[in-house]
């Protein structure tokens, strides 16, 4: 597909809590109805990792395989719009209840066809979240995916585990929210109130609501949609493959838990961002995740 072809998608806004609106660019395969997938960032990020202004990008793989393609960006990120009180006043909580539930909701209610959720990193954790926390969403769904998606914890990092999440959790108190930008580690700051849910997960190993009322790992049961879990092999701080064998055995469904590297027949063993972005990926793993996609849904498959 032509990048031109790309940059002509059309783009909408979904409504969501505290006056916030989440941007989606929606950008059609050439032809007629199609299956859809949502394209959800993980931390830092806006829908530009997945597709940038110029056509390019992880999100291409699947229009050209046949994709309609929905890619977002949460509160507070990219072109979402702010209320006229800006406050990075919401927490990992309010990702699960609010912006996941109804991006999914807005999508699905004007897309014909089946339709997948594609998250990476944090957000990949909080979607499954969410599924579980309403499972009344996955009615929605004939799938998702979730990429390079672990949650921390100090079975594995070391001292420098500790230190970064802490650290991060304490400048995000004093800065009143992580000044990821600045600090050129993204390019959009995060709450305080979810980098201290991070710090208090990790000692002990937990994965729950801010109010505590809420135990997400045990939530993860509900899911019972169709799910493919994957992990880069060499993604050992963000992410690892114990930890997303982790995630993914605490699903209710069918899983398809998958490690990609070299022993699965990659040219290379991936990171936490390698894995979904770059010619590698979208020419050895990219392929694959499209192709679990259209089986989960019965779609037929189109030619390469």
């Known amino acids: 597909m032509s990048t031109s072809g790309l940059v002509t998608g059309s783009e909408r806004w979904v409504p969501t809590s505290g006056g916030h609106e989440l941007h989606v660019r929606q950008v059609p395969p050439q032809g007629g109805a199609a299956p859809g997938v949502l394209f959800l960032p993980g931390l830092f990020s806006d829908g530009g990792f997945f597709l940038s202004s110029a056509g390019r990008g992880p999100a291409t793989v699947f229009v050209e395989r046949g994709f309609t393609a929905y890619v977002a960006s949460l509160r507070g990120h990219g072109r979402s719009r702010w209320p006229r009180r800006r406050a990075y006043d919401w927490n990992f909580d309010t990702y699960v209840r609010h912006d996941i539930p109804d991006l999914i909701r807005g999508v699905a209610a004007s897309?014909?066809?089946?339709?997948?959720?594609?998250?990476?990193?944090?957000?990949?954790?909080?979607?499954?979240?969410?599924?579980?926390?309403?499972?009344?969403?996955?009615?929605?769904?004939?799938?998702?995916?979730t990429i390079s998606s672990a949650v921390n914890d100090y079975s594995e990092g070391g001292l420098g585990k500790r230190v970064q999440l802490r650290g991060a959790s304490m400048l995000a108190r004093l800065a009143g929210r992580f000044p990821a930008k600045a600090l050129r580690q993204g390019r959009w700051d995060e709450p305080a109130g979810l980098m201290r849910q991070?710090?208090?997960?990790?000692?002990?190993?937990?994965?729950?609501?801010?109010?505590?009322?809420?135990?997400?790992?045990?939530?993860?049961?509900?899911?019972?949609v169709p799910a493919l879990v994957t992990i880069g092999a060499a993604d050992t701080f963000h992410a690892s493959p114990a930890r997303g064998r982790k995630l993914a055995d605490r699903l209710g469904g069918p899983v398809d838990f998958r490690v990609y590297g070299?022993?699965?027949?990659?040219?290379?063993?991936?990171g936490h961002y390698d894995v979904i972005r770059g010619a590698r990926a979208e020419a050895e793993v990219l392929p694959g995740v499209a192709g679990w996609m259209k089986r989960a849904g019965a779609v037929p498959a189109t030619e390469e």
């Open 198 to 224: 991070f710090a208090d997960w990790a000692p002990r190993g937990e994965f729950r609501s801010a109010d505590g009322a809420t135990d997400y790992w045990q939530a993860l049961s509900r899911v019972t």
């Open 111 to 145: 897309h014909q066809g089946p339709l997948f959720v594609l998250a990476h990193s944090m957000i990949g954790y909080a979607l499954l979240a969410a599924l579980g926390a309403d499972p009344s969403l996955q009615r929605h769904l004939a799938g998702v995916v």
């Open 262 to 270: 070299r022993e699965t027949g990659l040219s290379w063993d991936p």
